[in-house]
């Protein structure tokens, strides 16, 4: 049995961090939702640390296997949670969340949001694992070809 290790990420972790983050958002581009989350979350790399950002890794035998970054305030946001899938289903995804909201109300906050990608069960199981439920869903559709600012093909 595995005994899932989080803790806060230092300054070494930041290759590892660098790298995890690589792999979450490269696996971002092919999910429903992702591109756009591409967009509206640019990448964290050389900014894991300062400016109220909490960072957590998850460890397995000395090597980071997971992240999840939280923004802390009144609604303490999780910006970006992942767990390499080598790693998955051992408990990391589940003690880094918890570690959050540990955190998250210790410093007071009055609430905890994060999002899922529309498709993306792993993550939506996480979140309830967690009781973490979707308050609101973001609907859209594509007016344009951003690659050209044409109207969309029909």
């Known amino acids: 049995m595995i005994d899932p290790t989080v803790r806060p990420a230092d300054t070494p972790d930041e290759a590892d961090l660098d790298q995890l983050e690589e792999a979450a958002r490269a696996g971002l581009v092919e999910v429903r ?9 640019p990448p964290r790399r050389g900014r894991w640390f300062g400016d109220g950002v909490e960072t957590l890794v998850a460890v397995l035998d000395g090597w980071c296997v997971g992240y999840l970054v939280g923004l802390p305030g009144d609604i303490w946001v999780v910006e ?47 979140y309830e694992r967690a009781g973490v439920t979707a308050k609101a869903i973001t609907v859209a559709l594509e007016l344009s070809d951003p690659s050209t600012g044409a109207p969309a093909s029909r």
């Open 33 to 41: 939702g992702g591109p756009r989350l591409l967009e509206l979350v």
């Open 80 to 126: 970006s949670v992942y767990v390499m899938p080598e790693a998955r289903e051992l408990g990391f995804g589940d003690e880094l969340l918890a570690t959050a909201i540990a955190s998250a109300r210790r410093a007071g906050a009055v609430r905890l949001e994060a999002t899922a990608l529309p498709g993306d069960r792993e993550t939506k199981n996480l």
